[in-house]
């Protein structure tokens, strides 16, 4: 069993059938002249022999590599499907798909649509009225294709349906040129116990205007998303729960409604995953409902997203925000470790103002350290504005940031002299982000008193990555300040 027939023998424009010599046709059907696609409607050809269904047709391929073609530009109705292991569902002209049953992949699978521009019609797979499935498609093998498809969850005749794409511990998912839409809950659900449906890729599709999320990762890391939509979803564009080292770039992320945002990152203790280290760049967030992006770092046991990179990201005004001043482009909360460089953000008029391009804030204190804030721009445009500031860092206790040149870190716990007037210590300061070199000018203080008359004694060393505060007693008791609280300005060169 291999390949069914040669292309040239289905092209759209007539051309003699292969000889017998190069290919014999046997079955139901056989063709001795001229063949075009309008000759092969509602069959599926294996080895020339056509069927009646995609099941009876795929059982035919057995355990080969195998190619299932099939061509009605007015459609059909699918019921539920197993596609076997390598084996290949190639639709070679446009039509509506109606499936009443979960069509499932196995390993090495494929689903493929007529590339687009070649003029024979885009495929739009379609859950049937009443269907109310859990998934339209099931992938539950590693390696599978789906490309050059709509797919479509018709959410407002499936009152109960779920996801569109379901990716079932299962590796390796290739879902390039696809769309998706109209789903009751997720358009693409990316599952796995633990990091079992590793390095897949979405490459140039959509996923829109599906009752929850664009795509909801869960327990996977590793996938590419890039030159591809994720807009007007009730809840999120992307959601990723203890999906770490995503790659994300080249991205339109929308709103829709309500507080609808763009990509959210949080994550549980109990998977030991996070949704950590992602890289998100070259994205444009815009027309959101909520947040642009919005990072909960901590889970109340453990740490669940940090040491993410947002780089080179353009974050657009909103018409559609679900309250003004309440929302930001983007939103930490007990994350730390982020790097947030090289990003240009802009809001709009009342009522449809961020209140913050940046804002970053702890429940807890120590659970949000070390965010680098730099070189990002606030441009102003529309004639809008920031509802309360640029950035806002209410973090306290020890935690620092790295801001366009500027550092600072509070918090940090003081020293105590000896008992006799004159006497001195040292606090060390470490920068959360070290500068290039020590041109730099520090400011250091003492807040709170803990003990005795302690006094400011200056800065007694600083190299690109710490500074030295002295501590003088200014009686013959120890001394002690609670917090040394320290800033620094990088020295225009």
Same mark, same amino acid.
């Given at each position: 069993m291999g390949v069914i027939i040669s292309v040239s023998a289905f092209s759209q424009t007539s051309r003699e059938a292969p000889s017998p010599q190069t290919n014999t046709w046997t079955g139901a059907h056989k063709f001795t002249g001229p063949v075009t696609l309008s000759r092969l409607n509602d069959i599926f050809l294996v080895d020339g022999v056509t069927y009646l269904s995609i099941q009876d047709a795929d059982m035919a391929c057995g355990s080969h590599y195998c190619e299932i073609w099939y061509s009605n530009s007015s459609g059909m109705t699918i019921p539920a499907t197993k596609l076997g292991a390598n084996h290949i569902l190639r639709f070679i002209q446009g039509g509506v798909y109606s499936l009443t049953g979960t069509l499932t992949m196995s390993s090495s699978s494929a689903l493929i649509g007529p590339p687009t521009g070649m003029g024979k019609g885009q495929i739009l797979l379609r859950e049937a009225d009443g269907a109310n499935l859990q998934s339209l498609i099931h992938v539950a093998g590693n390696e599978v294709a789906i490309r050059d498809l709509i797919v479509d969850g018709n959410?407002?005749?499936?009152?109960?349906?779920?996801?569109?794409?379901?990716?079932?511990?299962?590796?390796?998912?290739?879902? /390039?040129?696809?769309?998706?839409?109209?789903?009751? +809950?997720?358009?693409?659900?990316?599952?796995?116990?633990?990091? =079992?449906?590793?390095s897949g890729i979405i490459l140039g599709g959509s996923s829109q205007l599906n009752g929850g999320d664009g795509v909801f990762c869960e327990r996977t890391a590793d996938w590419y998303a890039t030159n591809s939509d994720f807009d007007n979803n009730a809840s999120y564009g992307m959601e990723l729960s203890d999906c770490p080292a995503w790659r994300i770039t080249a991205n339109d992320f929308g709103g829709a409604s309500g507080s609808s945002g763009g990509l959210y990152l949080h994550g549980t203790a109990a998977s030991s995953m996070g949704s950590m280290e992602e890289v998100i760049t070259a994205n444009q967030f815009g027309n959101m409902a909520g947040n642009g992006i919005y990072i909960v770092g901590h889970d109340g046991v453990t740490p669940v997203s940090i040491g993410n990179n947002i780089v080179g990201n353009s974050f657009i005004g909103s018409g559609r925000l679900g309250a003004d001043n309440t929302y930001d482009h983007i939103k930490m909360v007990d994350g730390g470790g982020n790097i947030i460089v090289g990003n240009m953000f802009t809001s709009s008029r009342r009522p449809n103002r961020f209140k913050y391009a940046i804002e970053a804030?702890?429940?807890? %204190?120590?659970?949000?350290?070390? =965010? %680098?804030?730099?070189? =990002?721009?606030?441009?102003?445009?529309?004639?809008?504005?920031?509802?309360?500031?640029?950035?806002?860092? +209410? /973090?306290?206790?020890?935690?620092?940031?790295?801001?366009?040149?500027?550092?600072?870190i509070r918090g940090v716990a003081g020293c105590t002299t000896a008992a006799s007037a004159g006497a001195t210590c040292i606090t060390k300061i470490i920068w959360p982000i070290?500068?290039?070199?020590?041109?730099?000018?520090?400011?250091?203080?003492?807040?709170?008193?803990?003990?005795?008359?302690?006094?400011?004694?200056?800065?007694?060393?600083?190299?690109?990555?710490?500074?030295?505060?002295?501590? $003088?007693?200014?009686?013959?008791? $120890?001394? +002690?300040?609670? %917090?040394?609280?320290?800033?620094?300005? +990088?020295?225009?060169?």
């Open positions: 959410k407002e005749n499936n009152p109960s349906a779920s996801d569109g794409i379901l990716v079932d511990n299962a590796d390796h998912l290739q879902l /390039i040129f696809t769309k998706l839409q109209n789903f009751k +809950r997720h358009g693409l659900y990316v599952f796995s116990n633990q990091n =079992n449906s590793h804030s702890e429940t807890t %204190a120590g659970r949000a350290l070390h =965010n %680098a804030i730099s070189d =990002n721009t606030f441009p102003a445009t529309w004639g809008g504005s920031f509802g309360t500031g640029f950035v806002s860092d +209410r /973090i306290a206790n020890d935690a620092g940031m790295s801001v366009d040149g500027v550092s600072y070290a500068f290039a070199d020590a041109n730099y000018t520090p400011i250091c203080s003492g807040e709170l008193v803990s003990s005795g008359v302690p006094l400011n004694g200056g800065i007694t060393a600083k190299t690109e990555s710490s500074v030295s505060f002295q501590t $003088v007693a200014g009686t013959a008791a $120890v001394a +002690r300040f609670t %917090a040394i609280n320290c800033t620094a300005v +990088r020295d225009q060169l």
